[in-house]
């Protein structure tokens, strides 16, 4: 199919295709992003189209993976869980929740420790801690294995439990 033809294909089916990324995102610029993103992706694939099949289902199914991989990594944002054993969950939310408990510890305390990390742990666990991926992290970190990267993260945070610990005993729990 050439690109003149393509290009037909899609507009005639743009009215259907608007109308669907409204109902997946209710929001009307984001229908628009959506839209626009469905565009890009299918005229950069449509090597990938096989002529005279449903190119309607097939651009439909482009959006919907768009808008299921957008939700997907707008979620990623919010909340990230970290794989080990212990379970660490770092949350990202919006909401603030009053801590009752009594503090001994300041920032520029945790800061402190976290400082005093050899580089190697510092560099992996700080980048947790800002959001990003371990994909992410293995880049720059100049693409080291990821067990090793989990390893690195995992062991920062026991050498962190260990030495605030040490500093305040049990006043933190």
Known sequence: MHNLQFVQEFESHSNYLRHFAMKL???KSRADDLFQETA???LSNQRKYIANT?????????????????????????ELHDGTSNH???NETSEVINNEGEMNMNVKEVHKIIDELDESYRV??????????YDEIQEAMGNLPM??????IYHARRILQHRVH????????
């Not at 097939?58 to 939700?71: A, G, Q, S």
């Not at 992996?124 to 991926?133: I, L, S």
């Not at 040490?166 to 729990?173: C, F, T």
């Open 166 to 173: 040490e500093v305040y005993g049990d006043a933190v729990a």
């Open 54 to 78: 449903n190119i309607r289902a097939w651009l439909t199914t482009i959006m919907k993976n768009l808008f299921i991989n957008l939700y997907r990594k707008q979620k990623r944002r919010n």
């Open 40 to 42: 890009l992706k299918a």
């Open 147 to 152: 067990g090793t990267i989990k390893s690195r």
């Open 88 to 90: 660490f969950f770092l």
């Open 124 to 133: 992996p666990f700080m980048m947790v801690y800002q959001g990003y991926k």
């Open 25 to 27: 995102t209710r929001d």
